[in-house]
DNA sequence: GTGAAAGCGCTAACAC
DNA sequence: GTGTTAGCGCTTTCAC
């Protein structure tokens, strides 16, 4: 910059109000300022920038989620970054893992490098060193929310969903549902969980422990405790998979049975081309995409300080697609 | 800092020093600052680090992929990722939706930003505007190289993919095979175009205009190929679709026609749970998790210095899945 | 082993 | 309209 001022022959306050579109520049300074930017090649430092500006803004979000390659953390990415790149402002993306000390150590490293606001999916159960690391920058909390309100929450209805999915198996005919959950520690799980016991209840139908399959970390947990279930004596005439790789192990278990479009199932969570399957998946649908969009929505508004009200929770309510895996009947007699 | 050295009764340096493990400070003196900054709460701002730093490095590097959410690109993405998180860089991760105008507006974003170095799947046709802005600053072309060498690229073997496609549906019987491709001003398409003719070639099938379809540039314009193809008085017995777009719109023209199990398939790039179609989809598969990993690998050695050999083309070859659809013979009598 | 002074690239505040 | 001075938070250089 300093070269560009001795090259149009002005001051290096003038160079910076050009370069700033700051009025009160004759228009010809202005020409011999951006021809002298032009022959050098000068490109504004946004670090140095922000390092003298008042109010200290990078121009730079932080985004924590479980993986960032995963397709629903990828879309609520590219959501993000979507409605950040429009006011130039970059976003940083990292992955937890969902381990609640990496969490930390990323957001460290994040706010050391000066992020104006951070959308995090939060692994740990206590968000308040996570505030404090934050010092007054906003955070906007997703998937999961907070146990005290520390900030905007921009969640699915997760409780609702699952009552919906469990309706709709009920209403087909069934009362022998299988419910395979997530772990239990994560929040998101817990809820599922609840609202498939209170549309269960809704019909006077109580909690069978025998089809109640909690804690499945993954595909082949699901799997394995599917083929249990289909395989005993009094096994359950429909399926809620409460998490998509849940559905996923559980479909394997069908088909390895031979059992396809005879046992109903309906996913929480769609899986990509659920609906090529032999029998189409039934899904309660989540929109990441929407989910993104609100929390930076709702993050960049805090940072520009047009959102000053009490931290808020924002339902984003699920979808549901019909595509025959949970239209399926319950064999006859039952 | 300077809240810490008066706390610490020190000077600005020694703080300095103790946050930097640089080493020449006393036991002493170390416990004492160690305790002011727990004290204050006190975080480095790595952005005036940067600033004053003599290498102005600032330990953060950029990606540009033509969509961030695509599974493809979050791959990459979650690999650069992850190799760079361990050495506590982040990964300021853009989309350039493929036009080459945004590409230059997100890397001009990005290195106005400092970073150290761009890992960019390039959509323009010249890649000389993108050295400019870097500054002598390393670039690691992902996907697509650049015409020129003017950084390291790490490329998929399209053409020997794409071959071995080829040649596996010819040794399953078929000589009537229709090729579905993309885009052709993307040089990965022609490259698999390419591989298509010269495979055919080897068994001494010529070009057939009418089976050949380029340019489509979506899944639905894939589906309506197909189902012109599949329709026709003479049509093919077995498809190429050299894009995974593409794959899923001949799957669709198939399902939709009832040809399930008749028509062979054979698709560059596998789709999620292609294993549990009706007919498993037989693949070519790309890596992209290692794509991002040698990427960031050899960027990161050309940051530090530990890589100074001229630009390298670095290929990473095809997987192959084997799962129904390509091993589907032609009918009798062809 | 420790500290004082200078300055990275830029902008705020105030002069002219 | 434009320039001058100071200083953001930190590291460098060099002196003690």
Redesign the pocket.
């Known amino acids: 910059?300093?070269d560009v001022a001795a090259r149009a022959?002005?001051?290096?306050?003038?160079?910076?109000?050009v370069?700033?579109g700051e009025p009160?520049?004759?228009a010809?300074?202005?020409e011999t300022v951006e021809k002298a930017v032009a022959e050098l090649g000068?490109?504004?430092?946004l670090q140095?920038?922000g390092?003298?500006?008042?109010d200290?803004r990078s121009q730079s979000v932080g985004l924590i989620v479980s993986a960032i390659a995963n397709p629903f953390d990828a879309e609520i990415h590219g959501a993000v970054e979507a409605f950040a790149g429009e006011r130039d402002i970059v976003v940083l993306g990292l992955s937890s893992g969902g381990d609640p000390d990496i969490e930390l150590r990323r957001a460290t490293s994040l706010f050391e490098r000066q992020i104006d606001g951070l959308i995090i999916s939060c692994a740990g159960p206590d968000q308040q060193p996570l505030i404090d690391l934050a010092e007054k920058r906003p955070v906007v909390f997703i998937d999961r929310e907070p146990s005290v309100p520390l900030g905007d929450a921009v969640v699915t209805d997760n409780q609702m969903g699952a009552v919906r999915a469990t309706r709709h198996l009920v209403t087909a005919g069934h009362r022998r549902i299988a419910l395979l959950a997530d772990d239990q520690r994560i929040q998101t799980a817990r809820l599922r969980c609840e609202g498939f016991l209170a549309a269960m209840d809704e019909f006077g139908i109580g909690p069978d422990a025998e089809l109640i399959r909690c804690d499945l970390l993954n595909e082949e947990m699901a799997h394995a405790a599917t083929h249990e279930l289909l395989s005993s004596p009094n096994p359950p005439t429909a399926i809620f998979a409460a998490q998509n790789a849940l559905t996923i192990g559980a479909l394997r278990a069908i088909h390895q049975l031979g059992l396809e479009g005879r046992v109903g199932l309906v996913s929480f969570d769609d899986i990509p081309h659920g609906d090529m399957f032999p029998v189409g998946l039934t899904a309660i649908t989540q929109d990441p995409t929407r989910i993104g969009q609100v929390a930076i929505e709702r993050l960049l508004g805090r940072i520009d300080g047009s959102i000053t009200t009490p931290p808020e929770r924002i339902v984003v309510p699920t979808g549901f697609v019909v595509r025959g895996s949970g239209e399926i009947p319950p064999p006859n007699g039952e």
């Not at 022959?9 to 109000?17: A, D, E, N």
């Not at 390092?51 to 008042?54: A, E, N, P, S």
């Open positions: 910059m300093t022959k002005v001051s290096l306050k003038t160079v910076s109000r370069v700033n009160g520049v004759a010809a300074t202005i000068y490109r504004a430092d140095a920038r390092l003298r500006r008042g200290r």
